[in-house]
């Protein structure tokens, strides 16, 4: 058999809607960060044809220039659009005990409400969609990766 490298990839994609205001706050260095979570709903036919649905609530975190854009700009119901990578992190809870949770590091989010929308009905009544990137989030890719993930975004 071949000697086959596996691709250091790791993207996820994911529409959601808010289920909370976001929590912004910076770290002790002064970098911005913003954590929220989404629900991401699915419409499945069960085995007697009948529409079911399920949830899946997703953990976000985003950073520098990314969560300054979050910031003001994102409420609880708010949909978006999240592209980044898992993560897990570990940290001790009060009882001290170990807890590791996996979030999505947010890469770009679109923001998928027009403006003037209902959940959104204090911005201007445009219908164009905002999209923010983190552009520090490129410089940890491997020359192949960044090759495979600039191939998808020109589909």
Known sequence: MADYKMPEL?????????TKDPIFRQTTSGTPVVNFS????R????????????????????????????KDRLKKGNAVLVDGELQS????????????IVEIKARRIQF?????????????????LDTFSDESF?????????????????N
């Open 38 to 41: 989404i629900a991401s709903n």
């Open 10 to 18: 790791n993207s996820v994609v994911i529409a959601g809607n808010l």
């Open 43 to 70: 419409r499945f036919k069960d085995k007697n044809e009948e529409w079911k649905e399920d949830v899946c609530y997703v953990g976000i975190v985003a950073w520098n220039r990314l969560a300054d854009s979050c």
């Open 112 to 128: 998928l409400n027009k403006k003037g929308s209902a959940v959104d009905s204090d911005s201007d009544k445009e219908d164009d």
């Open 138 to 154: 490129d410089a940890l890719l491997s020359p192949e990766d960044s090759d495979l993930i600039k191939g998808s975004d020109s």
């Open 89 to 100: 992190r570990t940290f001790k809870t009060d009882d001290g005990t170990n807890r590791t």
